[in-house]
Structure formats: structure tokens, C-alpha cells
């Protein structure tokens, strides 16, 4: 039914602005609070470096708007012949509804008319995300113990 639904929906994909930046951080950080180990990490460190980053790279990412409707954000970093999806977030009142399914898959059918190989990190503790990208076709490559799954488009 979800996917019936997501079928018929227009998404488009603006470039952000600056004032974007704190709203993707914002994202990030209550990631990184859920589902990061923080007794392994720096997190002041951690919220600096993410920050940056974002700021660094503002080229990669984009709005996602679904008919008209401001719904979240995507990154993906080009590395040649892989193509990292950074950062995929979406407001808490359109997840579940398919949007995230439509986005990753136009972005993987993308990526494999351009002989590139699609992969992404994930929080291993975020569970509803990892359970999406393996639906999707994605396998676990690489664990970072404690932390993320490094995972690959495989089909």
C-alpha cells in the first residue's frame, strides 16, 4: 500500500541553503545522541568534526521535497566508481511512508547507469534503517565495532 502511494509521488531535489546547514546538523546530532556509543567517542569532538563537514561539503547535499512538501535532506559523496549516500534524513511525520524507499532507489538506479557502486554507513543500533537497506538490497561489507555497518548495494 505504502509503496503503491510513494509510486505516485513527485520527488524533487533542490540544492540546500546556508540556513539548511543547522537543520541537517540538528539531524545528525540526535543520531549520532540515539545511537552512537558515547562512551567510545568525543562527542564535543564528534558535533564539531559533523558540523563541518556538512558545511564543507553543502555541494552534496539536497532538500527533499515529495509533491511540493519540504520533507528532508540527502547527501552522496562521488568517489569515482562508488557513490557514498552520506546522509539520508527525514522529518519525523514522513517517515514510514515511503519516501525514504523512493529516494534510495532512484538514487541506487542512478548510480547504476553510471557503473557506480552505491554503499552508505549506518548506526548498527538504528534498526528500522538497517532493516530498510537490506530490503533494499544493500549487505553488510564492514562492521565498526560498536558502532556503524558499512553497507553495499548488491541487488
Known sequence: EKEKYAAS???TYPPIQQQD???IFA???ELILRYEDLGQIDCEKVLA???R???????DYRKIFCDGCHTGYVATHDEGDRL????LYLAPAF???????VVLRQIVAQAMKENKTPYLYVFIRNEGAVRLYRRLGFAVVQEIPN???IMEYRG
Do not use: F, H, N, P
Open 27 to 29: 539531524y545528525l546530532k
Open 84 to 87: 557514498e549516500i552520506d546522509d
Open 95 to 101: 517517515q514510514g511512508k515511503g519516501i525514504g524507499t
Open 9 to 11: 509521488m513527485e520527488i
Open 49 to 51: 568534526w559533523s558540523r
Open 147 to 149: 558502532s556503524r555497518y
Open 21 to 23: 546547514v543547522e537543520k
Open 53 to 59: 563537514k556538512i558545511e564543507q561539503q553543502m555541494a
